[in-house]
């Protein structure tokens, strides 16, 4: 697929989500079964069909490791900074952590596996459940720290440890070093879910916005969208390149970061405290976008 065809498939899938949900066909209860379906049924049979044959060696390094929670953290603080002008705290909170916090499993696996190829969608993966790990506990924190709201840390924690994808690439990776062999009508069917993964991220990414209000703040919004789409790649590229990671690794976690916001901020975001209408505007906007920063990033990142 080349890249206006991924463009325009992105785009299209993302609006029809958005209509679907204006029309209320998708509603809040299909939506909630939709997300379902790709958080505990699509999500985690691509990332297992990712894994499951994929050498461990060629997937897992040091680089893509220290990488991964050492960009997370320094783009967190690149964002701290460039906030801590908004003097409000829900709309600081909301800017902050939609500056960083990445769409990696519904926007960012779906694309690197659908352009990049087996090889890349294995790395994605474990990019995928590394960075799970570091992005929800910073995201609560940040937001305890710039609201002042509480969180029951047990019950984040558990959420956590329990997350589908995460199991699923545990059990992938196991797989990969045993002598087993996954083939037949049984492989043709856990690859016929995985090429689902894009298509139903999309439609559940349009389908989970909500759109107030098209009144909002401008300045805050367009710095988010250069921070998110923009600064967040280009900084994984620093990283990932001074660390010295191979070729695949390095154009894997650029195109994985360049992901848009993740819906899940707008949850974490109104149970917190902060700004839940940008958050939404946050959400649809770098979303959109994306689909023309992550096609670009994809023909010219090496």
């Known amino acids: 697929?080349?890249?206006?065809?991924?463009?325009?498939?992105?785009?299209?899938?993302?609006?029809?989500?958005?209509?679907?949900?204006?029309?209320?066909?998708?509603?809040?209860?299909?939506?909630?079964?939709?997300?379902?379906?790709?958080?505990?049924?699509?999500?985690?049979?691509?990332?297992?069909?990712?894994?499951?044959?994929?050498?461990?060696?060629?997937?897992?390094?040091?680089?893509?490791?220290?990488?991964?929670?050492?960009?997370?953290?320094?783009?967190?603080?690149?964002?701290?900074?460039v906030h801590r002008r908004i003097d409000a705290d829900g709309p600081r909170a909301a800017a902050t952590v939609q500056s960083y916090h990445t769409n990696l499993g519904y926007i960012g696996l779906p694309v690197v596996a659908s352009a990049l190829?087996?090889?890349?969608?294995?790395?994605?993966?474990?990019?995928?459940?590394?960075?799970?790990?570091?992005?929800?506990?910073?995201?609560?924190?940040?937001?305890?720290?710039?609201?002042?709201?509480g969180t029951n840390v047990r019950e984040e924690v558990t959420r956590l440890l329990t997350n589908p994808v995460l199991i699923a690439l545990l059990v992938g990776l196991t797989v990969s070093q045993i002598p087993f062999t996954l083939a037949g009508r049984p492989a043709d069917g856990v690859a016929l879910i995985a090429e689902a993964a894009l298509p139903v991220a999309l439609l559940c990414v349009g389908g989970s916005i909500e759109l107030e209000s098209i009144d909002f703040d401008r300045s805050i919004v367009g710095t988010v969208l250069v921070l998110k789409l923009l600064v967040m790649p280009a900084v994984a590229w620093l990283v990932?390149?001074?660390?010295?990671?191979?070729?695949?690794?390095?154009?894997?976690?650029?195109?994985?970061f360049g992901a848009p916001a993740a819906v899940s901020t707008f949850v974490y975001v109104t149970e917190m405290g902060g700004d839940r209408r940008l958050a939404s505007v946050n959400v649809f906007l770098t979303t959109v976008a994306s689909a023309i920063t992550l096609s670009a990033l994809i023909a010219v990142v090496p």
């Open 240 to 256: 990932f390149a001074g660390l010295g990671a191979d070729p695949w690794t390095l154009r894997t976690a650029v195109v994985m």
């Open 1 to 81: 697929m080349d890249v206006l065809t991924r463009l325009v498939v992105m785009i299209g899938l993302l609006a029809v989500g958005v209509a679907l949900r204006e029309v209320e066909v998708l509603d809040a209860t299909r939506v909630g079964w939709l997300n379902s379906v790709a958080f505990y049924v699509v999500l985690p049979v691509l990332v297992f069909d990712s894994t499951h044959a994929q050498p461990l060696g060629e997937i897992v390094s040091r680089e893509l490791l220290v990488g991964v929670v050492g960009m997370l953290i320094a783009m967190a603080a690149i964002a701290w900074a």
């Open 117 to 149: 190829g087996e090889r890349a969608a294995g790395i994605g993966s474990v990019v995928l459940g590394i960075g799970a790990l570091v992005q929800i506990p910073l995201t609560v924190t940040l937001l305890v720290r710039i609201t002042g709201s």
